[in-house]
C-alpha cells in the first residue's frame, strides 16, 4: 500500500491546491498535452532598430545573453552593465512588457544563466552535446563552443533543444554550463560549421557577423562600440584551437561580479550578526501543546501558570510537546506584505535594514528529549517547496511526516521558521509572478530575506527561550534540566526546498556545526524547467506569454534574480571557503535522490561542483568535473552521496516529467539512510552508506532499496535505531 501513496500523490494534491487557489482550473488541465496552442506575435525582427541585435538568428532577442544587451560603464566592477532597452523585451499577450530596469542595475548577466538562441531555421540535434553527451562540447567538431574568457579554458556545456515547445520553429537552443564559471569572469559562445539545419546544410553568417570579420563597420553603435572585445574573443577562440573558418556566429557575454551574487546577502548577514550578538533579539513562546502522557515533565507550562496558550492533548507519537512562537528579526524588505521587496538604497547593490519584523517559528519536542536525564541537542530544520514548517511539523494524531520521525528516533529537537518568498502562505505571491513577471523581485528578494532569518532564530532559542523557567523539564529522578542544551553544537537538517535554500542559509549562518541539506541542487534556471513542481506554474505561465522561445528567455533572465540566494552561488562558502566569523571546523553533507522528479540530478550535480564536496563512491553514476571520495565511512569535512530507491531515471532533456515518480520522498523514510545522517549530524561526523547492505537488492554499494512512501501512521517504517549500530 506505501507505492500507492508515492509522492505524486502528494503532488496531485499540490496541483489541485495551487489551481484552486489561483482560480484557474482551465489552466490546470493534462501537462502532457501541448501548451502553446495561441496565436503568438514574433518578437522585433533584426533591422527594426538599433536596439534589435543582428548576430544571430532573424529576431532581436534571437540570442540572450550577448555583449550586444550591455554598455560599457566605468564606475562599475566589471565595467560593464546591462542595457536591455524596453522595446526588445518579451510581451505577454496583454501587451506588457518585462521591465529591463530590473536587470539594467546589475554589472553582468548571471554566470549560471543559460544561454538562450532561436536559430534560423530547426537544427539537427544528433551531434548536440546534449545532457548524456556532455563530453562533445569540448571536442575539435562541436557544434557549439563555450569559453572562459578570463582563464582561456573551454567550458564544458549541455547543448539541447527545449522539449517543451511543440512549435519547431520556435524551439530553442539552449546552452547550459556545467560548472557554473565564477562571478565576474567574461565568457564566449560561438557556433561552428558543425551546427546544420535538418537538411545538413550550415548556418550562414548574418550581414552584422560578417562585416565583423571582413573588420568593417557593422553601423551599429552597440557593437563598433565594443569591437575591440569582439575581436578580443575572436582570437580567443582560436588560441583554443577552433579555426576562424569553421565559425559562422561568435559572441561574448559579461557575468555579474560578487557584488550582484553573493554580495546582497553579505550585508544583510552582517548585520544580523551584529544585531543577535552578544545579545539575540526577542521571541515570544505564544501557544503550546502538550500530550498529557508528558504533562508531568514541564510543571511551569500549565494554564495557571504560564501566560502560553497552553493545549493538553494527544499528540502524534512522535511528537510530546509542539511550541509556536515569534522571534524577531532584522527586516531588510520595504515591508511585511505580499508586495514587498529588498529596501534597496540606489546605490548599486547596496540594501538598507527597515527596522525589525516578527516572524513565526515552530518547535517540536519528541518524547525521547523530554525522557532523558540529559539535554537533547537542538537542531534548525527546513521545510519543503510551498510548504511551511507549521505545515511539516504540525501535523495530526494519525499521519506520516518524516520530519518528526527522524526528530522522534533521533531525540532531537528541532525548530523551523518558513523559507519567506516560498513557503504556503507565498503561494499568492508566486502565481501572480508567473503571470507577470514584473513582480519577479517580490519573490526571489523575499528569499535573501529568508536566509537569515535563522540566525536570528537559533540565537534567540540558545539565549532567551532556553532559560525560560516554564520550560524547564523535570527528569525522572526530579532533577531540573533546561528544554535543550544551548552549548551543543548547532545542527540543521533540510528537505527539498530545505536542502536548495538550506545551503544558502548555512553558508550564511555563522554558527551551524554539522549540516545535511537531503536532495538539493542548485541554478534556479535549469532546475525549474526539469522540475515536476513546476508543471503547473509553467502552464499558468504559458497562458500569458504563449510563445515558446520567449519563456525560455524570461527563464533564462530570471536567473539574475535568482542569483541573489541561489544555492550554486553559496555552496563554495559552506566549507571550501567560509564566510569571517563561520564556526570551525563545519560540515555538511549533500544526500541525493537518484531519479528525483522534482530535484531532477542533473541541478544536484551542478550545486556538488560547486561546493567544491567529493562524491561517495560507488556512486549510482560518477559525474563529470567532481572527484570521487574510495573511503567508507567517510571522514571529510563535506560530501555528496547517491541513494537509490529503484524509481527509474529523471528523464533526460528539458521536458518537465511527469508524473512524479516518487523517488524526491523515498529514500529519507528508509531506516538506513536516517541511520547515516545521525551518525553525521549527531555521532562522530563520518558519512557510512553501509547501513543499507542488509537490505540492499544486491549487497552491494551504492545503496539500492525499494522503500514504501507511508500515507498515514499505520504505513510509517520502525523508527530507525539509533544511534547505529556498529558496521563489522
Known amino acids: 500500500m506505501g507505492d500507492v501513496h508515492s509522492g505524486q500523490t502528494r503532488l496531485l494534491n499540490q496541483r489541485a491546491w495551487i ?184 548556418y550562414a553568417r548574418t550581414a552584422t557577423m560578417q562585416a565583423l570579420f571582413a573588420g568593417a563597420s557593422t553601423g551599429y553603435e552597440r557593437i563598433d562600440a565594443q569591437r575591440s572585445d569582439w575581436e578580443a574573443t575572436k ?124 516572524r513565526q517559528f515552530t518547535m517540536v519536542i519528541p518524547p525521547s528529549a523530554l525522557t532523558n536525564e540529559s539535554a537533547p541537542r537542538l537542531g534548525l530544520y527546513g521545510h519543503g517547496f510551498l510548504r511551511g514548517a507549521w505545515v511539516e ?33 507565498d503561494l499568492g505571491t508566486a502565481l501572480g509572478v508567473v503571470q507577470d513577471f514584473n513582480k519577479i523581485p517580490q519573490l526571489t528578494e523575499k528569499l535573501v530575506q529568508a536566509a537569515i532569518g535563522p540566525i536570528a532564530l537559533s540565537r534567540a532559542l540558545q539565549g532567551a527561550l532556553v532559560s525560560d523557567v516554564r520550560l524547564q523539564v523535570k527528569t525522572a529522578s526530579g532533577a531540573v534540566r533546561p528544554l535543550f542544551d544551548a552549548k551543543a553544537d548547532l545542527v540543521y537538517y533540510g528537505n527539498s526546498l530545505g536542502g536548495i535554500m538550506g545551503t544558502t542559509m548555512v553558508a550564511v549562518h555563522p554558527d551551524i556545526r554539522r549540516a545535511t541539506m537531503n536532495v538539493a541542487a542548485g541554478v534556479w534556471s535549469t532546475l525549474m524547467n526539469r522540475s515536476s513542481n513546476f508543471n503547473t506554474f509553467l502552464e499558468l505561465m504559458a497562458q500569458s506569454l504563449p510563445d515558446p522561445f520567449a519563456q525560455q528567455v524570461v527563464l533564462a533572465l530570471l536567473q539574475s534574480q535568482w542569483d541573489l540566494s541561489d544555492p550554486v552561488q553559496f555552496a563554495r562558502h559552506v566549507v571550501a571557503e567560509p564566510f569571517d566569523g563561520t564556526v570551525s571546523g ?47 565511512p567517510f571522514i571529510g569535512a563535506q560530501s555528496v552521496v547517491q541513494w537509490d530507491s529503484r524509481r527509474g531515471n529523471h528523464p533526460a532533456g528539458n521536458a518537465l516529467p511527469w508524473p512524479d515518480n516518487g523517488a524526491h520522498y523515498a529514500t529519507r523514510w528508509m531506516p538506513e539512510f536516517q541511520q547515516m545522517v545521525y551518525r553525521f549530524l549527531l555521532g562522530d561526523g563520518k558519512v557510512d552508506q553501509r547501513y543499507c547492505l542488509g537490505r540492499d537488492q544486491d549487497g552491494k554499494l551504492p545503496c539500492d532499496l525499494e522503500q514504501p512512501i507511508p500515507a498515514a501512521l499505520a504505513e510509517e517504517p520502525t523508527l530507525a535505531v539509533l544511534p547505529p549500530p556498529a558496521i563489522p
Open 586 to 632: 563545519r560540515q555538511a553533507l549533500w544526500p541525493v535522490s537518484w531519479g528525483d522528479s522534482q530535484v531532477p540530478n542533473l541541478a544536484s550535480g551542478m550545486l556538488a561542483r560547486a561546493s567544491g564536496a567529493p562524491l561517495l563512491a560507488p556512486p549510482v553514476a560518477s559525474w563529470l568535473e567532481v572527484n570521487t571520495a574510495q573511503d567508507q
Open 19 to 202: 489551481c484552486a487557489v489561483a482560480l484557474a482550473a482551465w489552466a490546470c488541465g493534462d501537462p502532457t498535452l501541448a501548451k502553446n496552442t495561441t496565436v503568438y506575435d514574433a518578437t522585433l525582427p533584426v533591422g527594426a532598430s538599433q536596439d534589435c541585435q543582428p548576430l544571430v538568428g532573424t529576431e532581436c532577442l534571437s540570442v540572450v545573453p550577448s555583449f550586444f544587451w550591455t554598455k560599457v560603464a566605468a564606475d562599475s566592477p566589471t565595467d560593464a552593465r546591462l542595457d536591455l532597452p524596453l522595446a526588445a523585451m518579451p510581451k505577454s499577450l496583454a501587451g506588457v512588457a518585462i521591465d529591463p530596469a530590473e536587470w539594467n542595475r546589475r554589472d553582468g548577466f548571471s554566470n549560471a544563466m543559460p544561454t538562450v538562441i532561436l536559430l534560423p531555421t530547426p537544427p539537427d540535434a544528433s551531434k548536440l552535446a546534449d545532457e548524456a553527451h556532455s563530453e562533445r562540447s569540448l571536442q575539435a567538431d562541436s557544434p557549439t563552443w563555450m569559453l572562459d574568457l578570463t582563464t582561456g579554458q573551454r567550458l564544458r556545456h549541455i547543448a539541447e533543444l527545449d522539449l517543451n515547445s511543440k512549435d519547431p520553429k520556435r524551439q530553442a537552443l539552449i546552452l547550459r554550463p556545467w560548472t557554473v564559471p565564477p562571478p565576474g569572469h567574461r565568457v564566449g559562445v560561438a557556433l561552428t560549421k558543425f551546427l546544420v539545419d535538418q537538411a545538413g546544410q550550415p
Open 393 to 425: 511539523m504540525g501535523h495530526g494524531v494519525g499521519s506520516a511526516e518524516f520530519v518528526t520521525h527522524f526528530a522522534a528516533a533521533a531525540g532531537l529537537v528541532l525548530a523551523g521558521t518558513d523559507w519567506w518568498g516560498l513557503s504556503q502562505s
Open 235 to 358: 582570437i580567443a577562440f582560436g588560441k583554443a584551437g577552433l579555426k576562424q573558418e569553421d565559425i559562422w556566429a561568435v559572441w561574448h557575454y559579461q557575468t555579474a561580479s560578487k557584488v550582484w551574487t553573493t554580495g546582497v546577502l553579505e550585508q544583510l548577514r552582517a548585520v544580523t550578526m551584529a544585531l543577535t550578538s552578544p545579545k539575540p533579539l526577542g521571541i515570544t513562546v505564544d501557544s503550546a501543546e502538550i500530550d498529557p502522557k508528558y504533562a508531568d515533565r514541564l510543571p511551569k507550562l500549565s494554564p495557571v501558570l504560564s501566560s502560553v496558550q497552553v493545549t493538553i492533548a494527544p499528540l502524534h507519537p512522535d511528537i510530546a510537546v509542539r511550541l509556536r512562537g515569534t522571534f524577531q528579526v532584522p527586516l531588510f524588505l520595504t515591508g511585511t506584505g505580499p508586495e514587498s521587496r529588498l529596501n534597496w538604497s540606489g546605490k548599486s547593490a547596496e540594501v538598507l535594514q527597515n527596522g525589525l519584523a516578527w
